[in-house]
């Protein structure tokens, strides 16, 4: 009964790592024998034999500079399998105002979390308050391995220990040995032991050592953009919350992954908290505090979080994503100029992309105050003779008519 569940598990996380991985090259190449492949790693689970594939590793330049080390498909299914099981016991852990990588959380709520807290500080700001706003010094690439697979197992012993028959309960196939030989795989794996590398080693130049895991010391770095990566780093900064919210009774704060806030009515109060934090940080879990990215700020005056920044009254978008925005705007009149100027109507399917760019901002947008902003940029682009954008400017819509009375052109030689 056991093993038949955790095949039935196995199947799950494929169908739950492939939601958002579709006609991907190595998703396509897995789903070529899907079933074939999925009892096989199946079966190298149940006899102790699976072992990560070596990870494709590449830069990004947008936003940032970045390493990315991509994991195969076949090892994105047990990453899945992994979260489907551990996200619920750690979230009878994890405090409230955490919300990175937590089902019904993301940076949405952290923006609204954020607000609140700035509100209820200030008594809607009828009083004055201070926020103080953090960050961790190459957080991924300093979290360590070891002391994250001691955290991971305390916790589930802990929790063993509180509901023995909890797999009985959960009707799971994922018994205790397999889980903890999952995880250490997982956590012990070196991604960049065999990594393929695409790209030119140029692309690397300007890239700290302090930020690739290529130059990391054993035993230290998660990979960027793995699921489980995304669930242990939140995970291993709890211990963070724990001594900011008990130890230093810090009502007011918040974070998502290693950016987080203290909001308090005391410039002073949260001046004496940064040593005491930093301090935390180094002897407790061996990370560094951001010395370049502290923040305090009166409430007033605005404050940053998660790409948004909050006023009284008011929130307003980060200045990344309006440049963004701008940039797309600048990006789909430019075309629409070129057809205009060749005398030609753009495809419709064309068409159809750049309006699903187009609603994507303006539906962010529609949570900030930016009417005007949207309004102004997209009155001074060809946008709006293809394009019909409603009042409070909430989507955008194709001008269909335009096309009725298009008629292929005959030929002159005739």
């Not at 105050?369 to 293809?386: A, G």
């Amino acid at each position: 009964m056991t093993e038949v569940s955790l095949l039935g598990e196995v199947f799950q996380a494929y169908f739950d790592a492939r939601r958002n991985k579709r006609n991907t090259n190595s998703q396509l190449a897995f789903e070529m024998d899907c079933e074939h492949n999925l009892v096989e790693l199946y079966e190298e689970i149940k006899e102790r034999r699976y072992t990560p594939s070596p990870a494709i590793c590449f830069i990004v330049d947008y936003p940032v500079k970045r390493e990315v080390f991509a994991s195969q498909f076949r090892d994105r299914v047990i990453h899945h399998l992994l979260f489907n099981y551990l996200s619920p016991i750690f979230e009878l852990k994890m405090i409230y105002d955490s919300y990175s990588c937590r089902k019904g959380k993301g940076t949405s709520l952290g923006i609204k979390r954020f607000e609140h807290h700035i509100r209820s500080c200030t008594d809607n700001y009828r009083r004055q308050a201070w926020v103080l706003k953090l960050d961790v010094k190459d957080f991924f690439m300093s979290i360590n391995r070891h002391k994250l697979y001691v955290l991971v197992k305390k916790t589930l012993e802990r929790h063993w220990k509180l509901y023995p028959d909890c797999d009985l309960q959960r009707n799971s196939g994922m018994d205790r040995d397999t889980l903890m030989f999952l995880l250490d795989r997982i956590i012990y794996w070196d991604p960049a032991d065999g990594c393929d590398i695409r790209g030119k080693r140029s692309e690397w130049y300007g890239l700290p050592p302090s930020k690739s895991l290529l130059t990391s010391p054993p035993g230290v770095g998660l990979p960027i953009g793995d699921l489980t990566s995304q669930l242990f780093s939140n995970f291993y900064l709890h211990e963070l919350d724990v001594f900011v919210k008990q130890t230093l009774r810090c009502k007011h704060y918040g974070r998502y992954a290693d950016d987080f806030f203290i909001v308090h009515q005391s410039k002073a109060f949260l001046k004496e908290q940064i040593p005491l934090i930093r301090d935390f940080l180094g002897q407790e879990l061996e990370l560094i505090l951001h010395p370049k990215k502290i923040y305090l700020q009166e409430c007033r005056k605005g404050a940053p979080f998660l790409g948004s920044v909050i006023k009284p009254y008011r929130r307003y978008a980060g200045t990344r994503s309006v440049k963004n925005f701008n940039r797309a705007v600048t990006r789909i009149s430019a075309e629409l100029d070129r057809y205009k100027k060749a005398n030609v109507l753009p495809d419709m399917c064309w068409l159809e992309r750049q309006r699903s760019v187009l609603n994507s901002y303006l539906g962010y947008f529609a949570n900030y105050k930016s009417r005007k902003l949207v309004t102004k940029r997209i009155m001074k682009s060809s946008i709006l003779e293809y394009f019909c954008i409603p009042a409070n400017c909430s989507r955008a819509i194709i001008r269909k008519y335009r096309f009725e009375e298009r008629h292929t052109p005959q030929n002159d030689n005739m």
